[in-house]
C-alpha cells in the first residue's frame, strides 16, 4: 500500500476513534485496527467509504453498507488472526460477545449508514450533509428508494441532524443499556 494511503486510512481512523470512540465493537478497537477495516473494502462496491476535505486534510467520512448483515461477523472471520493478536480488538471482541443480545428490529433493511463522523474543528461547516449528498447520489445511482441508521436517542446533535435531513424514527429499542432510534429516508427521485 501506497503512503499516501496508508495516511488516508490513518486520517479516518484518527477521526473514528475520536468521534465515535467505544461506541460498539470496531470503535472500542485501537485506531490500527479501525484503519485496517476501512482499508478492506477499499475496492468494495456494496460498503463505501466517502471522506470530505477542507484544504488537504481529511474533515468526515461516512461508511455505508448495501448488505448490512453480516458485516462485522465477515470482517472477523476474514480477520481472526489480526483481531486476536491487537489487545484492543481482543477485548472489544470479548466484551461484545459477553454483552451480545439476540435482538430482532421490527423493521428488516439492507442499506445503512454505519457511520458517520466530522472532525470536531470541522462541525457545523455543512460538511456531514455533503457527506450524506454523496452518499444519496451513490444510491441514486444504484436506483435504492430508501436507506436507514441507528442512532443513540441521547445523541442530540445526530438525531437533530438526521431529522433536518429528512429521517424519521421508526423503531426505538434498547442497546448496550441505552436507547438507540432506527430511522430511515425516502430517496425522492425528480
Ligand atoms: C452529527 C455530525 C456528523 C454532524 O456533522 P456536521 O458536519 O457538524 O453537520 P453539518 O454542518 O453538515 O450540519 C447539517 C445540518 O445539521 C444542523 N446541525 C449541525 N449541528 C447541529 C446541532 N448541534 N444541533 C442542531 N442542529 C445541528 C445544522 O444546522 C445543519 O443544518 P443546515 O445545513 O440547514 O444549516 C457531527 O456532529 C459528528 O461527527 N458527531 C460525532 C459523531 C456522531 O455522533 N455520529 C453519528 C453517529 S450515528
Partial sequence: MSEINKEYYKAVAEI?????GGSDFLSSCSKKIIGYFYRCYE???KNILFTVDEKGEIA??????LAKDGLF???????????LLSPSAFYSLF????MRKKRTLKHQYDVDIVYIAVGTKFRSKGYARKLLGMVEEYLKAHLICTYCL???????????F???????TIEEYSARGR??????KNIQYE
Fill in 43 to 45: 475496492k468494495d462496491e
Fill in 16 to 20: 473514528h476513534k475520536n468521534e465515535l
Fill in 60 to 65: 468526515g467520512f461516512v461508511f455505508f453498507t
Fill in 179 to 184: 436507547i438507540k432510534l432506527l430511522m430511515r
Fill in 150 to 160: 441507528q442512532v443513540f436517542k441521547d445523541n442530540h446533535r445526530a438525531v437533530e
Fill in 73 to 83: 461477523s465477515n470482517f472477523v472471520k476474514r480477520n481472526i488472526l489480526q483481531i
Fill in 95 to 98: 466484551k461484545t460477545m459477553i
Fill in 162 to 168: 438526521y431529522e433536518k435531513y429528512g429521517f424519521e
